[in-house]
């Protein structure tokens, strides 16, 4: 983060695409490389200055061949100058493919989840799990990802379902694998992990390290009042079809930008700024990063 940060400026960060979701529920769900690529560069022109993205195979299923997350960057790139920032969540222990992704292809962040958490949907219609998981993310597991972040000089995104998650960071900066400024994310309304309240977001803005950058992820209809409740704490926000379907109308988006174009609103709305790619770039540090600029952490003790 620069030391001349502007407290109005706000990185929106567009969520284009998930891993759940499909066109059944939302016809503007992207699925191929192309299509993502559209929605990116729709994405950009209403504000946004990073995109999050998933990879899916041409039919919508989910995938993390590195091949299609390459695919997905030519698209990218032909249309704009976005920043990426690409997923590396799986709830196996396998890694392999996600750090293949972040060597070969280099994207300008990657996205690190933080800690094991139950992960379920609960229908109150059906008094019954959509579904009912655990989302297991040990320091090992962390440790592999983030030690490809850091000798491909890809920025880790923490993204953090609870307290814990956030509060846990300290044994990867004493190793000297996370370095200053650190960029978060706190996702809210994921059963299992934290509750979309002002008091989670206040409370989670206290536990990051000073200089840290950190935004909401507010999942489901509750996502706007969470992106309300983020700019008037000074975070950034993000939005997008893998979080929320909906305007606050309750009227379904037809495209990502719809979405990110509330976000824009309410950021003029709060007397904010939106900033710039390049804005956003010195915002998260990322003119700070070089390749290999980490060295490798030690092996992790055994009892």
Same mark, same amino acid.
């Given at each position: 983060?620069?030391?001349?940060?502007?407290?109005?400026?706000?990185?929106? %960060? !567009?969520?284009?695409?998930?891993?759940?979701?499909?066109?059944? $529920?939302?016809?503007?769900?992207?699925?191929?490389?192309?299509?993502?690529?559209?929605?990116?560069? &729709?994405?950009?022109?209403?504000?946004?200055?990073?995109?999050?993205?998933?990879?899916? $195979?041409?039919?919508?299923?989910? %995938?993390? =061949?590195?091949?299609?997350?390459?695919?997905?960057?030519?698209?990218?790139?032909?249309?704009?100058?976005?920043?990426? *920032?690409? +997923?590396?969540?799986?709830?196996?222990?396998?890694? +392999?493919?996600?750090?293949? %992704?972040?060597?070969?292809?280099?994207?300008?962040?990657?996205?690190? *989840?933080?800690?094991?958490? *139950?992960?379920?949907?609960?229908?109150?219609?059906?008094?019954?799990?959509?579904?009912?998981?655990?989302?297991?993310?040990?320091? @090992?597991?962390?440790?592999?990802?983030?030690?490809?972040?850091?000798?491909?000089?890809?920025?880790?995104?923490?993204? !953090?379902? =609870?307290?814990?998650?956030?509060?846990?960071?300290?044994?990867?900066?004493?190793?000297?694998?996370?370095?200053?400024?650190?960029?978060? +994310?706190?996702?809210?309304?994921?059963?299992?992990?934290?509750?979309?309240?002002?008091?989670?977001?206040?409370?989670?803005?206290?536990?990051?390290?000073?200089?840290?950058?950190?935004?909401?992820?507010?999942?489901?209809? !509750?996502?706007?009042?969470?992106?309300? @409740?983020?700019?008037?704490?000074?975070?950034?926000?993000?939005?997008?079809?893998?979080?929320?379907?909906?305007?606050? *109308?309750?009227?379904?988006?037809? +495209?990502?930008?719809?979405?990110?174009?509330?976000?824009? &609103?309410?950021?003029?709305?709060?007397?904010?700024?939106?900033? %710039?790619?390049?804005?956003?770039?010195?915002?998260?540090?990322?003119?700070?990063?070089?390749?290999?600029?980490?060295?490798?952490?030690?092996?992790?003790?055994?009892?």
């Amino acid at each position: 983060m620069s030391e001349k940060r502007d407290p109005d400026l706000t990185v929106i %960060t !567009c969520a284009v695409t998930g891993v759940l979701a499909n066109r059944k $529920q939302c016809p503007g769900i992207p699925y191929t490389p192309a299509e993502i690529g559209e929605e990116c560069r &729709r994405a950009y022109e209403a504000g946004a200055a990073v995109a999050h993205i998933h990879a899916r $195979q041409d039919d919508g299923t989910p %995938t993390m =061949d590195p091949k299609v997350f390459g695919r997905i960057k030519e698209e990218v790139e032909k249309r704009c100058p976005i920043l990426l *920032n690409f +997923s590396t969540g799986t709830i196996t222990d396998d890694v +392999s493919e996600q750090v293949t %992704t972040i060597k070969e292809h280099r994207p300008h962040i990657a996205a690190l *989840n933080m800690g094991t958490m *139950n992960y379920a949907k609960y229908s109150e219609n059906r008094k019954a799990f959509v579904f009912d998981m655990v989302f297991p993310n040990t320091y @090992t597991k962390i440790i592999k990802l983030l030690t490809a972040m850091n000798e491909a000089g890809v920025k880790p995104e923490l993204e !953090c379902f =609870d307290i814990g998650h956030t509060a846990g960071i300290w044994p990867l900066v004493d190793m000297g694998l996370l370095k200053k400024p650190l960029q978060f +994310s706190f996702i809210v309304n994921v059963l299992g992990g934290a509750p979309p309240t002002v008091e989670t977001l206040q409370l989670q803005a206290k536990l990051v390290p000073p200089g840290s950058e950190w935004e909401v992820i507010g999942i489901s209809k !509750c996502g706007w009042r969470m992106i309300a @409740t983020a700019l008037v704490l000074g975070g950034n926000i993000r939005a997008g079809l893998e979080d929320n379907l909906y305007l606050p *109308n309750g009227e379904m988006a037809k +495209s990502n930008a719809d979405l990110v174009e509330v976000c824009a &609103r309410m950021v003029r709305d709060t007397g904010r700024k939106i900033a %710039t790619v390049e804005q956003a770039k010195q915002i998260l540090g990322l003119d700070l990063i070089k390749p290999g600029a980490v060295a490798a952490a030690a092996p992790v003790a055994t009892a």
